[in-house]
Structure formats: C-alpha cells, structure tokens
C-alpha cells in the first residue's frame, strides 16, 4: 500500500535551517508529482511546495519562495524540504502528500517548531 512517512522535524531558532524528508513506498514514485503541505494550529492545511514526476517546474507558496527548496531522489523513492531562513510563522507540521489513482495520501507529519 501507499506509504508516505515524513522526518527531519525539530525545533530551531529563527533564521535557522532544517531539512525534511519523506520516504515514498507502494506506488511507481517515479511517474508522480510530491507535494509538502504544512498545517499550522488554528489553520487550514496549506500547499508549501510541488515537485513533478520528470522534469517540469517546481512551485512554492509566496510565503516560503526564495527560502525553501524541493528536491527528490529517484533511485531512493526520497522527497526533500530545505528549509532556509526560517520564521516563526513557518511553525507547522509539515506533510507530505501524493495523489494517486484519485486518492490523496498522506504521511504523518512532522512537527517544525521556529522559535528563539
């Protein structure tokens, strides 16, 4: 089955740095777009970033342009989130999501806490 599961989460200072990953398993990961969403408490479930199956441009929210990068490793069915420049306002839980054969699926999360 689809397995999404997400780590690298923490706490970290403003202006600090963080990493996120999300190992990918159960569906041809090369053929398929990954998103990181984020959800902060209080707030809707938010996009952050998109990465295409081949090719293609990647695409970020306004707020995490310029300080976030996606990337994915094929070979290791892997997805990446450095995040740069952090703010407190970037403290969410951050997942990771694919849609396939019309289901949305999920990881479980991981928490980025951004304060001093």
């Known amino acids: 089955q689809v397995q999404l599961v997400e780590s690298g989460g923490g706490l970290v200072q403003p202006g600090g740095s963080l990493r996120l990953s999300c190992a990918a398993s159960g569906f041809p990961f090369t053929l398929y777009a990954i998103r990181w969403y984020r959800q902060a408490p209080g707030k809707e479930r938010e996009l952050v970033a998109t990465i295409p199956s081949a090719g293609g441009t990647l695409n970020y929210a306004d707020s995490v342009k310029g300080r976030f990068t996606i990337s994915r490793d094929n070979d290791k069915k892997m997805v990446y989130l450095q995040m740069s420049s952090l703010k407190p306002e970037d403290t969410a839980v951050y997942y990771c999501?694919?849609?396939?054969?019309?289901?949305?699926?999920w990881g479980q999360g991981t928490q980025v806490t951004v304060s001093s």
């Open positions: 999501n694919v849609f396939y054969r019309l289901v949305h699926y």
